[in-house]
């Protein structure tokens, strides 16, 4: 008789976590589909929000965090106002090192946020900042790289950073279009861990090659 309680106890538990998961997936899929509209609509703010009540609720995965904080840091980056930009990139430091930490190590998708945790400190004076956070954008991108070669996104940014970088530095189109151009044939054969792994950036690259052909 016990036996067959436990059994029972097991199936309902079973049953329980399955019925948990798939929320979960579900929420996930929802706000991800929807993280280009709201960029494009500058509303990305509350998809981080959405991002961090699911992180909040879960405690144990990591890609809500990841997502809370690459939407908190786009927020920065596309505010032409920058008197929040610090504590704004400074929060976004915050949820990526919950992702981290959870991970248990850092991994080529957390360092991109970082690079661009970084960009968005430096992007608010940033002849004043370069030397500061400069270098830490560019580290993280590199060891992005390192951490997985196939990941399209550092390269991505490496274009970024080439496309507003003046001539006279080793910056502009022409360079950025090299990186752009690599960036788009890497997104053509990435192929994410799971459908709600990291799968961003191929239609910024596409913009930014054609921004480099006017």
Do not use: H
């Given at each position: 008789m016990k036996k067959f309680l436990f059994s029972v106890f097991a199936v309902f538990v079973s049953m329980a976590l399955l019925a948990q998961s798939d929320r979960y997936t579900?929420?996930?899929?929802?706000?991800?589909?929807q993280i280009d509209s709201a960029i494009a609509n500058r509303?990305?703010?509350?998809?981080?929000?959405?991002?961090?009540?699911?992180?909040?609720?879960?405690?144990?995965?990591?890609?809500?965090?990841?997502y809370a904080s690459y939407c908190?840091?786009?927020?920065?980056?596309?505010?032409?106002?920058?008197?929040?930009?610090d504590a704004t990139a400074d929060k976004a430091s915050e949820l990526i090192g919950k992702a981290e930490t959870?991970?248990?190590k850092e991994n080529s998708e957390t360092c991109v946020i970082k690079s661009m945790v970084a960009s968005a400190h430096?992007?608010?004076?940033?002849?004043?900042?370069?030397?500061?956070?400069?270098?830490?954008?560019?580290s993280n991108?590199?060891?992005?790289?390192?951490?997985?070669p196939s990941n399209p996104r550092p390269v991505f940014l490496q274009g970024q950073t080439l496309f507003y970088t003046p001539e006279s530095f080793g910056g502009g189109?022409?360079?950025?279009?090299?990186?752009?151009?690599?960036?788009?044939a890497m997104y053509d054969t990435f192929k994410p861990e799971s459908d709600l792994h990291p799968n961003w950036g191929k239609?910024?690259?596409?913009?930014?090659?054609?921004?480099?052909?006017?």
């Open positions: 579900a929420a996930m899929k929802k706000n991800i589909s509303t990305i703010g509350e998809l981080a929000n959405n991002f961090e009540r699911i992180a909040d609720a879960e405690k144990n995965q990591w890609l809500p965090y990841y908190t840091v786009m927020t920065t980056l596309l505010q032409d106002d920058k008197s929040n930009a959870i991970l248990g430096m992007m608010v004076d940033p002849q004043t900042r370069w030397q500061q956070y400069g270098g830490t954008s560019t991108i590199n060891k992005a790289i390192t951490l997985d189109k022409a360079p950025a279009k090299e990186k752009f151009l690599k960036a788009l239609a910024s690259t596409q913009y930014f090659i054609a921004q480099c052909n006017q």
